[in-house]
């Protein structure tokens, strides 16, 4: 059987005062009966208090407009067409914690977009060395399949400026993933110098030689992928996957 939402809405509001209402019916010498019933468990005094927050008698009658909450919070009762606003007869603090309650629960709920820090433009330490090792599982799983991901940064292998580089045991370089420097695809990796005359490269290449599953750090100048070929410092997380050395880094 249906509820009569409308009746059940009258029935409510029965138990109610507007405070519109409250206002227009003040005496004007302001002598009232502060016990006169306004619903069950409310009596004048309890609205006096509730709906014009003033501590004593004089201050709540010369008080010119209610609270403009307990009338939104009535309209609403007014202009409601679902059951579940029917919540009682104390109605008005219980729609206000209701209220703030939804509210709060909907700050929670854009919390995770609207006030969490956004992400870097540029990767950090820990994403390198992330990105590193999940270089290694690609490389142990299918080495030619990791490789051609590597340089063409698919795969999750290119992040804003991380990117994945590898050379053979040879010192041959078989993969670079930053895009603009691609042409040192093939070239001997123990002759790179940055351009302070750094022999990074030859750092690399002896990380490279050390036992599988240690990472060592190496830090030289080298240009971030983009437009800018500007060399800038940067630090390499390095190891030894099979016969290749791979590395990831970071810049500063």
Not at 107 to 133: C, N, V, W
Request: overall charge neutral; glycine content about 8%; aromatic content about 6%.
């Amino acid at each position: 059987m249906g509820i009569n939402l409308h009746s059940r809405l009258q029935s409510l509001r029965g138990d109610l005062v507007d405070p519109r209402e409250q206002k227009h019916h003040r005496k004007a010498d302001g002598q009232q009966n502060d016990n006169q019933p306004v619903g069950p468990g409310r009596n004048l005094q309890h609205v006096k208090d509730d709906v014009y927050r003033v501590e004593n008698e004089p201050a709540r009658d010369q008080v010119k407009d209610p609270d403009p909450d307990n009338v939104a919070v009535f309209q609403l009762f007014e202009e409601a067409e679902l059951n579940h606003w029917v919540m009682g007869v104390h109605v008005r603090p219980m729609m206000r914690t209701c209220i703030i309650a939804a509210v709060s629960a909907a700050i929670l709920t854009l919390s995770p977009t609207a006030f969490t820090q956004q992400k870097s433009q540029y990767g950090s330490a820990d994403e390198a060395k992330a990105m590193l090792m999940k270089a290694v599982a690609a490389v142990k799983a299918d080495k030619a399949k990791a490789l051609e991901m590597f340089n063409k940064g698919e795969g999750g292998f290119r992040d804003r400026d991380l990117y994945v580089f590898c050379n053979d045991s040879a010192g041959k370089i078989v993969a670079q993933g930053n895009p603009n420097r691609q042409n040192l695809l093939g070239q001997d990796e123990r002759t790179m110098k940055d351009s302070t005359g750094k022999d990074f490269g030859a750092e690399i290449y002896a990380a490279g030689q050390k036992p599988e599953g240690r990472i060592s750090e190496v830090s030289y100048m080298f240009p971030k992928p983009g437009a800018d070929p500007k060399p800038v410092p940067k630090v390499s997380f390095v190891t030894k996957v099979g016969d290749l050395t791979c590395g990831v880094g970071y810049y500063r």
